[in-house]
Nanobody, 128 residues
Framework: EVQLVESGGGLVQTGGSLRLSCATSGFTFDDYAIGWFRQAPGKAREGVACINGRNGITRYADSVKGRFTISSDNARLTVYLQMNSLKSEDTAVYYC?????????????????????WGQGTQVTVSS
């Protein structure tokens, strides 16, 4: 059973930082890509970043490039999203998702249909 559990969300001020964690289980980590998505109320879910479990390739949405960093601790089966210089427009529920076969990353990091299993999400609120 594939499981993903996000944690680390919270309330921060503009310009602050948070580190989100995605703890995974139930699969061979290097056979998967992990993506981070976010969804604000009333808006479509958008891809934020992804990491390829086999080759380590990463990709970022233009809106977060230079501010967010995705990384993985393969031994702990955990993927992180370090978020710096947070803006009010970063406010959203953040989800991690897995893609068996790693085909989503880097080319289809923003394609929800490429990811089969999703976590429950963690709320990030950036005060303005």
């Amino acid at each position: 059973e594939v499981q993903l559990v996000e944690s680390g969300g919270g309330l921060v001020q503009t310009g602050g930082s948070l580190r989100l964690s995605c703890a995974t289980s139930g699969f061979t980590f290097d056979d998967y890509a992990i993506g981070w998505f976010r969804q604000a109320p009333g808006k479509a879910r958008e891809g934020v970043a992804c990491i390829n479990g086999r080759n380590g390739i990463t990709r970022y949405a233009d809106s977060v490039k230079g501010r967010f960093t995705i990384s993985s601790d393969n031994a702990r089966l955990t993927v992180y999203l370090q978020m710096n210089s947070l803006k009010s427009e970063d406010t959203a529920v953040y989800y991690c998702a897995s893609d068996f076969g790693e085909r989503s990353c880097p080319y289809y990091y923003d394609d929800e249909t490429s990811f089969g299993d999703w976590g429950q999400g963690t709320q990030v609120t950036v005060s303005s």
